[in-house]
């Protein structure tokens, strides 16, 4: 069993770091300090193995807390993938933004649509309205 807290005392910062900057497709090769500074900007949120504590998943949203939120670097442990720990981390921060009455949650993955599906999210109604800078 896992325990998802916004804590981000609890967070195993150089684990999430090494997760992201080594693991992941979106942040391959992103320093320490940039990770640091993401997490200190944001609103974090861990899964913990309730037996060890032990930190199994991540989860960051960029939000004022008031309209808007994008949801980002979510990832779980390989050692931990496949028994729902993703859908139960990305419900519980859906659940946790909820009672803030944030219109849009957004996000952009590449292979989960179906993780953010269970748990509410859907495509774009109508990409065309929008836009980036950057890649």
Known sequence: MYEISADPARLDVARVHQWLSADSYWAKGRS?????????????????????????????????????????????DPAARGNGLGTSLVAAVRD??????IRRILLATADAHGVYAKVGFEPLADPTRWMSLGH
């Open 32 to 76: 320490l300090d940039k990770q640091r500074a993401a997490i200190a900007h944001s609103l974090n949120f861990g899964a913990y193995r309730e037996d060890t504590g032990e930190q199994h998943a991540y989860a960051r949203v960029v939000t004022d807390l008031t309209t808007f939120a994008w949801l980002c670097d979510v990832y779980v």
């Open 96 to 101: 946790h933004l909820a009672p803030l009455g």
